[in-house]
């Protein structure tokens, strides 16, 4: 099973399974985001990141409340982001270099910690700011989870556990990678007990994504013709559109709200067919949804089916898109509707060079489509049927 939210390259719920059109009927948040108490004098914040996708919203973010920022980062990623923020350069593994030691002595009112897969180097980021920090947020993942066969399962659930807790490679399938983040939230609150909030999103998806997994539908309805459309329209889905998390985690933050919780919306029930339909009124050609049951792609053979974001409904991974939020919308949590997202989606790729445009990260090839279509109607079977 692909890896959820905050994945180092390739990784979410919803109650009922209701028709194509629940996209376009998502709650939208206040304009501002959540309501949250005005910046005080002086709020003060540091990013373990902050140059790719989450971490340049949360930097918007931050300062759309009158927050002094402060990144580190190795300076790798996109170093020309932000001349006007004070970067800090070193390396989250305190055994590289000079490690956390442009941090040493500093302090600040909260770190979010963007940028945390191995348990060790959490733990060590976490024990040198406890003396100087008043809040550990933790960006996690709904992978933590043990299981994901339980609809509206909340933050109770078990988590994954490994055989060998140093293990820090996340593994052929990204098997380790929900047990690692696990460990790396108990390392945080070991480090600050009761000043930590581990935040657990689904996929996070949006502009500027660079896994291309959410892109990869709105993109490919926009181009027309045949589409391959996986399982069946009823199919639950869920994301959380990057600004939203943003807003959010910026607003516990300000309120500094501790604990556990899950961040998968959209606001309403979201279907694999009402994305589908959002990603056809944003597109301006005309496609078509041929829709392949998760049994015959389960079933075939040869070179792997891509079909990003979405998860059989079914067997193991039949509550993947089904888990509570309920906690993370009382503490604030809002939703822009899912139209939108897929919208600005869309005119954020058409941004892009050509040249990135012609090499997307994720989903299917033409070929590959053609050829996963072609052997589903040899079947001589219906749509929707196995």
Avoid at 127 to 150: G, M, R, W
Avoid at 259 to 275: D, H, I, K, R
Avoid at 345 to 368: F, I, M, S, V, Y
Wanted: aromatic fraction near 6%.
């Amino acid at each position: 099973m692909a890896a959820l939210g905050c994945s180092p390259s390739p990784s979410s719920p919803r109650p009922s399974a209701p028709s194509s059109a629940d996209a376009s009927r998502a709650r939208a948040p206040d304009p501002g985001g959540p309501a949250a108490p005005a910046a005080p004098p002086g709020k003060t914040l540091l990013i373990l990141g902050g140059t790719s996708f989450l971490g340049p919203a949360l930097v918007e973010a931050a300062k759309a409340r009158g927050y002094t920022i402060t990144l580190f980062n190795r300076g790798k990623t996109r170093p020309h982001l932000f001349p006007d923020i004070e970067k800090l350069h070193g390396d989250r593994d305190p055994s590289k270099g000079d490690g956390l030691k442009a941090l040493t002595g500093r302090s600040w009112d909260a770190v979010i910690d963007n940028s945390g897969f191995v348990p060790r180097i959490v733990k060590a980021s976490a024990e040198l700011l406890a003396p100087n920090v008043k809040q550990y947020v933790f960006i996690s993942s709904l992978s933590v989870y043990a299981s994901h066969t339980t609809p509206s399962a909340d933050e109770t659930a078990p988590v994954g556990t490994l055989s060998d807790p140093t293990v820090e490679t996340m593994g052929k399938e990204y098997e380790n990678y929900g047990p690692l983040k696990a460990l790396c939230e108990q390392a945080a609150e070991a480090a600050m007990p009761g000043r930590v909030t581990n935040v657990r999103p689904g996929f996070i998806v949006g502009p500027e994504d660079p896994t291309d997994r959410f892109t990869y539908w709105p993109v490919r309805v926009d181009k027309g013709g045949e589409v391959l459309a996986p399982g069946a329209p009823s199919d639950p889905i869920q994301i959380i559109d990057v600004r939203d998390l943003a807003a959010w985690l910026i607003h516990v933050v300000e309120t500094r709200t501790t604990g556990v919780f899950n961040a998968a919306g959209p606001g309403e029930p979201l279907t694999m067919g009402g994305l589908l339909d959002a990603c056809a009124a944003a597109s301006r050609t005309r496609a078509t949804f041929t829709w392949v049951s998760a049994q015959f792609i389960e079933k075939l053979g040869g070179e792997p089916v891509d079909l990003p974001i979405w998860a059989p409904a079914e067997g193991e991974t039949r509550a993947f898109h089904l888990r509570s939020a309920e906690r993370a919308r009382k503490a604030g949590l809002t939703f822009r509707p899912a139209p939108e997202t897929v919208r600005d989606t869309l005119a954020w790729w058409k941004t892009l060079p050509a040249d990135r445009q012609a090499k997307p990260r994720a989903g299917l090839t033409p070929e590959r489509e053609a050829e996963v279509l072609a052997a589903w109607r040899a079947r001589g079977k219906k749509a929707g049927e196995p």
